[in-house]
C-alpha cells in the first residue's frame, strides 16, 4: 500500500523513512512480544505454559508475521 501512495503522488521513499523505520521497529518489538503473552485454549483456559505458547506462535502465526514484516518494500529497500 505505500508503494502505490507513493508512486501516485510522486514522493520520495527518503520523504517517510523515520516513519517507516519507526513503524517496522514497532512491528518487530510486536512480533518479539507475541513469544511471551499468555493465549486462551479451545476450552477457554488460559494458557500461561511458556513452551505452549512458542510452540503455537511458531507453529500458527511467525510465518505470516515474517511475510508481513520482509514484504518486498523492505527487500528493496536494504538491497539499495
Wanted: net charge negative.
Amino acid at each position: 500500500m505505500k508503494i502505490g501512495f507513493r508512486v501516485a503522488f510522486i514522493i520520495q521513499i527518503s520523504d517517510y523513512l523515520a516513519s517507516d523505520i519507526s513503524l517496522d521497529a514497532l512491528y518487530m518489538i510486536e512480533m518479539v512480544l507475541n513469544f511471551f503473552v499468555a493465549y486462551h485454549d479451545e476450552a477457554d483456559n488460559l494458557v500461561t505454559d511458556h513452551p505452549k505458547i512458542i510452540k503455537k506462535y511458531l507453529k500458527f502465526y511467525l510465518l505470516d508475521d515474517l511475510y508481513l514484516f520482509f514484504y518486498l518494500e523492505n527487500i528493496f529497500f536494504w538491497i539499495s
